[in-house]
């Protein structure tokens, strides 16, 4: 049993005009699928092979296999972020969360400030999530593979700050790409479900 490459969870232009078709073919396509491919050739035969995806990140982590954690975690990630958005995506968050989110950052646009200088200040490769710990939202920001996940984080949701998630449609302008996944993309559904699990676990 090997780890599988999910569907995208809407068709590739569905994100059109924020995200391209040709940005979401060769996102999922080529770097996500890669990860996943090297992810199998590198477990297969190994411990870690018949073992779930996130079982593999912690064993590699602790373990500092970083050849496995690498691939094993951008393969989380990635996954994580095609969920993160929505082509009905935008507007605001409902219920709890919007709760949550105003008593910790003030408001929305608290919320968006925070985040947005997060995703901009992230030197590189690497990631800017909003994440839950210990009844209290945070946002941060990972680099490379890193995934909160490792660190007891509950992710709720993420941003890819990677080049290749905005290149083709942004080329440098790192903070377009942003503005637009605040404005027209952000998938507070997905959000409020992982805030509503986290509590419901706790
Ligand atoms: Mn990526």
Redesign the pocket.
């Known amino acids: 049993m090997s780890i599988a490459l999910p569907d995208l969870p809407y068709a590739p232009d569905a994100l059109e005009p924020h995200v391209s078709a040709r940005t979401l073919g060769f996102?999922h396509g080529k770097?996500h699928k890669a990860y996943v491919d090297k992810l199998n050739a590198a477990i297969g035969g190994t411990g870690y092979e018949g073992r779930t995806l996130d079982d593999i990140i912690a064993a590699a982590h602790t373990a500092a296999d970083t050849g496995v954690f690498n691939n094993a975690a951008q393969a989380w990630n990635?996954t994580f972020l095609w969920h993160s958005m929505s082509p009905s995506g935008g507007g605001e968050p409902r219920g709890a969360l919007a709760e949550a989110i105003n008593a910790r950052f003030g408001s929305l646009d608290g919320f968006r400030e925070k985040f947005k200088a997060a995703a901009l200040g992230q030197f590189g490769s690497g990631w800017t999530w909003l994440v839950r710990k210990g009844g209290v939202l945070d946002i941060i920001s990972t680099g490379n593979a890193e995934t909160p996940l490792t660190d007891g984080l509950t992710p709720l949701l993420t941003l890819?700050v990677?080049e290749?998630?905005y290149y083709l449609d942004y080329q440098n302008k790192r903070d377009a790409y942003i503005d637009a996944f605040l404005d027209k993309l952000i998938n507070w559904e997905f959000a409020a479900q992982n805030y509503e699990s986290d509590r419901a676990a706790a």
């Open positions: 996102h770097h990635h890819d990677w290749h998630a």
